[in-house]
Each structure stands twice: as C-alpha cells, then as structure tokens.
C-alpha cells in the first residue's frame, strides 16, 4: 500500500502510494468513474514494463548468472 520503490509508480503514472484503505476507496472510486485514466495508466504500465522487464532487456543478465 504505502510503498513505491524508486518513485516508479508515482514518477511513471502508472500507480498509486495510498497510506490508508480510505485513501484506496476514493481512488478506486476515482479510477471507476475516470475510465480513461485508468487505461492511460495500464498503458503506461505496459509500456514501462516492456522497456524495462522485457526478456530482450533481462536476458543478458540471466546468460551472465548461468555463466
């Protein structure tokens, strides 16, 4: 709930730092009401975790670990 490693979520709009369960109920209720910003952030998360987690970017590191 109230983590965020290295601002990526607030810092790439793709998800929220909520330190309370009512703060998670008004931005659910937010995201149900404003449909569209929450596809511009599954989008963006999408995008995000291609560039960084793809298996073309993590693979060397894995080869690099079995050698």
Excluded: W
């Excluded at 929220?16 to 596809?39: E, G, M, T, V």
């Excluded at 995008?47 to 690099?64: E, G, Q, R, T, W």
Aim: aromatic share 6%; hydrophobic share 40%.
């Amino acid at each position: 709930m109230n983590s965020n490693p290295d601002e990526i979520l607030t810092k790439f709009e793709i998800g929220f730092q909520c330190n309370s369960l009512d703060r998670i109920k008004d931005i659910i209720l937010n995201l149900i009401k404003n449909k569209n910003h929450l596809y511009e952030m599954g989008e963006k998360a999408h995008n995000y975790a291609m560039i960084n987690h793809s298996l073309d970017k993590l693979m060397p590191s894995v080869v690099n670990l079995i050698d």
